[in-house]
């Protein structure tokens, strides 16, 4: 038992559910858009997600000693191979990859990296940083910190795919993209809901630490109501496809686990907050159900 529990931890620690359900969901897009199924951008999306969540552990230092000081001594343990392999080698892989598929695939992978490192790591130079309050990198800036991992996300799973294909981005590709994005955007912030004490003791601003514990509540249920009417109507007017429906299972799965959140019950929200895995698995589960459908 103890050693499953290892192989669960590390599993999730290490983030690899992300990284392989990230790859399984730029699968099912590529069926959705009915293009050919490309492995190597299968594989590039599971490179990127799993070098950035990598790369994310080492310079969460300040809050992840409040928030999760076992995660963060075993990434500070393992500190020379996470940035020297899996963020440096693996990016580095990553670009070659994609420059084989031509200079759109190319370039979109390396923007995807490139807001990875200003997200992570304080690059920002003396006088970009005096102008924006004190920060030294995106995720010091504050709802920027919110938007920009669901930017890299949805770039990879649903346009990905497309370039490596040499596809444009249609109308029904921007709406996906959107959609995967506010989900995206929905994780995070009840991430940050549940961080909100080592975020704030860390000086961080974050949604769920300054709108106050019920407005982001309220903030997550109406956007996913908002976005949930949004994407039936386009689904309703036959802008997409009847299978996209499946989608709105996610809009439900946020509402009933962000009506969970307690704030005086911290250890208990940190268990209720591992039912963003099941959002995350609900979500990629409707990407392969739209696919199924779509042929």
């Known amino acids: ?57 080492l310079t ?15 990434a500070l343990k393992n500190k020379e191979l996470i940035t020297y392999v899996i963020v440096y080698l693996i990016s580095f892989i990553a670009l070659l990859i994609a420059f084989q598929f031509g200079q759109p695939a190319f370039w979109i992978t390396a923007l995807i990296i490139l807001i990875g490192i200003l997200y992570n790591h304080k690059y920002f130079p003396a006088f970009l940083s005096r102008r924006l ?11 920027v910190k919110n ?12 346009f990905l795919p497309l370039f490596f294909e040499g596809e444009p981005l249609s109308l ?15 994780i995070e912030v009840m991430w940050d809901m549940r961080d909100s004490r080592g975020d704030r003791l860390s000086g961080i601003k974050t949604i769920a630490n300054t709108l106050s514990f ?8 109406i956007t996913s109501v908002l976005s ?7 689904t309703f007017t036959e802008i997409l496809p009847a299978s996209t429906y499946f989608l709105l299972a996610n809009n439900a799965a946020v509402i009933i686990i962000a ?12 268990k209720i907050s591992d039912s963003t895995i099941l959002l995350a698995s609900i979500l990629f589960l409707s990407f392969g159900l739209i696919a199924f459908h779509t042929n």
């Open 1 to 57: 038992m103890n050693a499953e529990r290892n192989v669960s931890n590390y599993f999730y620690r290490n983030k690899l559910h992300l990284s392989f359900l990230s790859a399984l969901g730029a699968l099912s897009w590529s069926i959705y858009f009915d293009i050919r199924v490309n492995v190597w951008a299968l594989v590039t999306v599971f490179l990127l997600t799993f070098s950035i969540y990598q790369d994310n552990r």
């Open 60 to 74: 969460d230092d300040k809050e992840d000693a409040t928030n999760d000081p076992e995660g963060l001594k075993n």
């Open 133 to 143: 309050n004190g920060a030294r990198r995106l995720k010091d800036i504050y709802i």
């Open 147 to 158: 938007l920009t991992p669901p930017l890299d996300w949805a770039t990879a799973l649903v």
């Open 172 to 186: 029904k590709a921007w709406i996906c993209w959107g959609y995967v994005f506010i989900c995206a955007f929905f």
């Open 214 to 221: 019920p407005g982001t509540k309220k903030l997550l249920i």
């Open 228 to 234: 949930g009417l949004l994407l039936f109507s386009f």
């Open 259 to 270: 009506s969970m959140y307690r704030e005086t019950r911290e250890s208990s929200m940190r």
